[in-house]
């Protein structure tokens, strides 16, 4: 598993959670030739885009290795994923979003959380520091999910 993202605090996120490798998007150069080198020199099997940026998934379809699969998970405003026509059917990409787990999804995540395998980073805050919170978030700065307690 291949994490992208930026900063420490994501960093030290994501390879907590099992990733084998994170390529940090505000530093790695090529991003594109990055990801691909490690993930064998072919690229990923799919790649599950959360992104609030567009560009996000057009890239994907650039490193995806063949037959693999893009997951639209984050809802851009205004995005548009723009496939290369021959890329994509030279390649044999498939496209697919996900928004919502059917209920085997639903048993299959609970079932990771009572062994233990999940484990969210969560930060509480207090209801006055709620416009810091969103400050944050905006900034991208929030690593995980924060908890506004009245």
């Known amino acids: 598993m291949i994490g992208v993202d930026t900063g420490a605090d994501k960093r ?28 064998a ?18 890239q994907a379809l650039l490193y995806l290795r063949a037959h693999g699969t893009l997951v639209c998970v984050g809802l851009p405003t205004d995005a548009w994923i723009r496939a290369d026509v021959m890329l994509t059917v030279s390649k044999a990409l498939r496209i697919t979003g996900s928004f919502v787990g059917n209920r085997q999804d639903a048993v299959e995540a609970l079932d990771f959380v009572a062994r233990g395998l999940v484990m969210p980073r969560i930060a509480i805050e207090p209801l006055d520091r709620v416009a810091s919170v969103f400050e944050r978030m905006e900034k991208g700065l929030i690593s995980g999910r924060v908890v506004v307690k009245c």
Do not use: N, R
């Open 12 to 39: 030290a996120m994501v390879l907590g959670y099992g990733a084998e490798t994170f390529i940090d998007f505000q530093d790695a150069g090529d991003l594109t030739a990055k990801i691909v080198a490690a993930s």
């Open 41 to 58: 020199g072919l690229g990923p099997h799919a790649a599950i885009i959360a992104s609030g940026s567009g560009a996000a998934y057009d």
